[in-house]
């Protein structure tokens, strides 16, 4: 299938292109305070949309993803920025942009058709209305009557789709920043 290298190789190509973005990395304790404020924006869309996803039940269409159909990826993009900003160095903004821009694109498109294939008609109205990353200034039409429109946001939701795991990783990776700071300061690497 188009795109099944995507599922197997994002992860995969994220630990060396981690270690990667560290190593380029010339983090300062502002670059890092500011870079961790962002990477909070996208904790917070990404908890919001897992809240309201519910994966192979229905479409979700409602809170952020009224607004963008892919609420997760958007979230994860304001992630990646907040660690561009942290590392405080063009070289490892550009490891993090090509990564993004390497598998993100791919992975829409692939989940898109996976979407088409299970909800025809009903995903094809619903794609007609909300934008596919960059979200829409306003909501769309009645989000009510589309198959999950009345659902809300649901910490049960959130528990189960696991989101919990991008927050811990998000605060590991912070203080890995800050050591790598530390490790400036102190060592000059």
Do not use: C
Not at 81 to 87: E, H, L, Q, Y
Not at 175 to 187: D, E, G
């Amino acid at each position: 299938m188009a795109g099944s290298w995507v599922t197997r190789w994002r992860v995969r190509a994220g630990y060396p292109l981690a270690v990667l973005y560290f190593v380029l990395a010339t983090p300062t304790l502002r670059a890092t305070g500011v870079g961790a404020v962002i990477s909070a924006i996208g904790l917070v869309i990404r908890g919001a949309a897992a809240g309201h996803l519910r994966k192979l039940e229905s479409l979700t269409t409602t809170g952020p993803y009224a607004l963008t159909r892919n609420p997760l990826y958007l979230g994860s993009a304001f992630l990646a920025a907040g660690f561009a900003v942290a590392g405080a160095s063009i070289w490892s903004a550009l490891v993090l942009a090509a990564y993004f821009f390497a598998f993100y694109p791919a992975v829409m498109k692939k989940e898109e058709a996976e979407l088409r294939a299970r909800y025809g008609p009903v995903f094809d109205e619903y794609a007609k209305r909300v934008p596919l990353f960059f979200p829409a200034t306003r909501r769309h039409g009645n989000s009510s009557s589309m198959p999950n429109g009345g659902a809300q946001f649901s910490w049960e939701q959130y528990w189960r789709n696991r989101e919990y795991q991008a927050a811990i990783g998000t605060l590991g990776a912070l203080a890995l920043v800050w050591l790598r700071m530390l490790a400036r300061k102190r060592l000059g690497w």
